[in-house]
């Protein structure tokens, strides 16, 4: 078969893996899309993706359509700093005003409204556009919601009067359990058809990771005149992000599911089965 399809979240949260990927040559023999999460949700829905990184929800979504390649996944167990709620107004008095959402991730959205209803009684109104982190509350709402690397530069560019909330650490006070924000997916048809080259893809994947974070000092380096973060703050940022997914993860994940379900954010408990690989 040709190359297979291989989605790559073009955000510092997989800066080890883009660091594997494009300098250490873990890309050959892939197939490669770099784009932001709802782009690559949506090429795997299409069927345009044979395996690729999918927030949480999306997957949750589809995950009639798709497996789980096994440990593996973007976790944070309480602060992420990668996904926060820039608001005019204290978290609990946020009923009924306009909160935007960024564009970029499904996972987010729903992590939001499932924290703001269950831990504050709160049901704002909601909009999707694009948030420039440099000029919050440009319309009329309240809060904005950023993630990515967007986020991560409102985390450490505060300013005077707003309200910033961490919203790893609020599901982390929530529930007591870390939060999966993606996890690695592939088409039942590819895993199927083509286990071989599944293996083949996991292993880049997984390896890439693993060299990455070993590299911590290098992956740095390689961004860093190029992103507005210091060595330090890219250094206990990658302290927070962790890669791996075992039965804690998965018990967060689960979680995560019925409380989307609960609330009707989710039309039906998602199957999260994990795919079986050799060894």
């Known amino acids: 078969m040709r190359q297979p399809r291989v989605g790559h979240i073009n955000f510092l949260n997989c800066l080890p893996l883009t660091y594997s990927l494009y300098k250490c040559g873990y890309h050959k023999g892939l197939s490669l899309v770099s784009a932001v999460p709802s ?17 949480s929800f999306a997957f949750g979504e589809m995950s009639e359509k798709l497996l789980m390649l096994p440990n593996l996944g973007i976790v944070s167990d309480g602060k992420v700093q990668s996904i926060i709620l820039a608001a005019k107004k204290p978290i609990e008095r946020l009923s009924g005003e306009k909160i935007l959402l960024t ?51 409102v985390n450490y560019h505060h300013q005077d009067g707003i309200y910033y909330y961490d919203l790893g650490a609020e599901w982390k006070k929530m529930t007591g359990l870390p939060m999966v924000y993606a996890v690695w997916a592939v088409t039942r048809s590819f895993a199927e058809k083509y286990p071989t080259q599944l293996n083949r893809v996991y292993n880049s994947i997984r390896t890439g990771f693993d060299n990455g974070i070993a590299s ?4 740095i380096e390689m961004v860093l005149n190029k ?51 050799n060894s």
């Open 103 to 153: 564009a970029q991730s499904a996972t987010s959205h729903c992590l939001l409204k499932i924290i703001l209803r269950r831990e504050y009684n709160c049901v704002p109104v909601y909009s999707t556009q694009k948030i420039d982190p440099l000029n919050l509350f440009a319309n009329d709402e309240v809060a904005d919601l950023l993630i990515g690397d967007d986020a991560l530069y």
């Open 216 to 219: 911590r000092g290098e992956i």
């Open 39 to 55: 782009s690559l949700n949506r090429a795997m829905q299409k069927n345009e993706l044979n395996i690729s990184p999918m927030s």
């Open 227 to 277: 992103k507005p973060f210091s060595y330090q703050q890219l250094w206990m940022y990658f302290d927070v992000i962790k890669y791996d997914i075992g039965e804690k993860e998965l018990l967060a994940l689960k979680t995560f599911y019925q409380l989307a379900y609960e609330y009707n954010f989710l039309a039906k408990l998602p199957v999260c089965e994990i795919a079986a690989l």
